[in-house]
């Protein structure tokens, strides 16, 4: 068990849809990234959040948003879904900026 | 984007031999490489990285190689086990960015 948590485990939803993504980082790591792993991609970065603050962004489309909150949880929202957007969603954080990152289990998000 | 490649889809070994599992990368600006093992049905898990400014770093049971010249990244696992079947990712970071080669299917044979 790596520390992180994310939620939901499985999410099942119709194109067009909006969907929100939780992920909750490890006690004390002000850092949260997202990644994307499908089979014909592979694992693509999405984006990284330190500390409330946008730090990188990746491969994110414009139909995805992310944010960190104070607590530093944060959220991958999902929007206008496409077949194509069916992968398995990751969420890792790390003590600062860079350096090991811990995934959580994932989020598999499947579109119909 | 970047290109992040592996030379080798799949690798099998013996039980107690060393593996060496290989990745090319493309961007000479690239200052930060990470090792990742994936076994299924679980995230990545990070094994070990590695600053362009070393060309070896060794932690346990594992040693990564980086030759800048050649723009080439190794990952050497000592003494293989079963539980080290997975399939292992190269990262290469040109600044904050995250660029991931495809994998190589690493199976231990007992």
């Known amino acids: 068990d790596s520390g992180v948590t994310q939620t939901p485990k499985h999410l099942i939803t119709a194109t067009g849809q909006r969907v929100t993504l939780r992920c909750s980082p490890r006690?004390?790591?002000?850092?949260v990234y997202w990644y994307q792993q499908s089979l014909d991609q592979g694992l693509q970065f999405l984006i990284q959040?330190?500390?409330?603050?946008?730090?990188a962004k990746g491969n994110i489309l414009e139909r995805f948003s992310a944010q960190q909150f104070p607590d530093l949880h944060s959220e991958l929202n999902l929007s206008s879904l496409e077949l194509g957007d069916s992968a398995l969603y990751f969420c890792?954080?790390?003590?600062?900026?860079?350096?090991?990152?811990?995934f959580g289990p994932g989020t598999r998000l499947t579109v119909t | 984007g970047e290109s992040v490649g592996l030379h080798l889809p799949t690798l099998s070994v013996q039980e107690g031999d060393n593996s060496i599992i290989n990745c090319a990368y493309s961007?000479?600006?690239?200052?930060?490489f990470i090792w990742y093992k994936q076994e299924s049905g679980k995230g990545p898990q990070f094994i070990i990285d590695?600053?362009?400014?070393?060309d070896k770093r060794q932690g346990q049971r594992v040693t990564v190689l980086l030759n800048k010249t050649v723009k080439h990244l190794s990952l050497q696992i000592a003494a293989t086990q079963p539980g080290d079947s997975a399939v292992y990712f190269c990262?290469?970071?040109?600044?904050?960015?995250?660029?991931f080669g495809t994998g190589t299917s690493l199976t231990v044979i007992p």
């Open positions: 590695i600053r362009s400014n070393m």
């Open positions: 990262a290469e970071i040109p600044g904050n960015q995250f660029y």
């Open positions: 890792a954080s790390s003590v600062g900026g860079e350096g090991e990152q811990y």
């Open positions: 959040y330190y500390n409330g603050e946008e730090r």
């Open positions: 006690s004390g790591d002000l850092s």
């Open positions: 961007n000479s600006a690239s200052d930060y």
